[in-house]
Nanobody, 121 residues
Framework: QVQLVESGGGLVQPGGSLRLSCAAS????????MSWYRQAPGKQRELVAS???????NYADSVQGRFTISRDNARNTMYLQMNSLKPEDTAVYYC???????????????WGQGTQVTVSP
């Protein structure tokens, strides 16, 4: 079983930056896409950013131009660089990997445990 471990969250002032990491315990061979989601208290979980195995990226309108998603295949790790942070960015951030199981061929996904990001004076 592959585990996704997130890190890099914390408390930051408005306008500040954070870099989130999501490390897989081992390589996942057949990846369709990797994504970051977030969920604020009382709100639905929303897609923040995604990147395909070929490197194509997509961002929510609310973070466009401020956040950057990337991955390092050699380290089995993906990142979310968050700049110009706003109080409304406060949420628990989760990583997700959409992939195909090698033996059964079933498409499934893994979730990280989440990391708290708080943007406040």
């Amino acid at each position: 079983q592959v585990q996704l471990v997130e890190s890099g969250g914390g408390l930051v002032q408005p306008g500040g930056s954070l870099r989130l990491s999501c490390a897989a315990s081992k390589s996942i061979l057949y990846i369709y896409s990797m994504s970051w989601y977030r969920q604020a208290p009382g709100k639905q979980r929303e897609l923040v950013a995604s990147i395909t195995s070929s490197g194509s990226t997509n961002y929510a309108d609310s973070v466009q131009g401020r956040f950057t998603i990337s991955r390092d295949n050699a380290r089995n790790t993906m990142y979310l660089q968050m700049n110009s942070l706003k109080p409304e960015d406060t949420a628990v951030y989760y990583c997700n990997v959409d992939f195909r199981m090698p033996l059964s061929g079933t498409r499934t996904n893994y979730w990280g445990q989440g990391t708290q990001v708080t943007v406040s004076p």
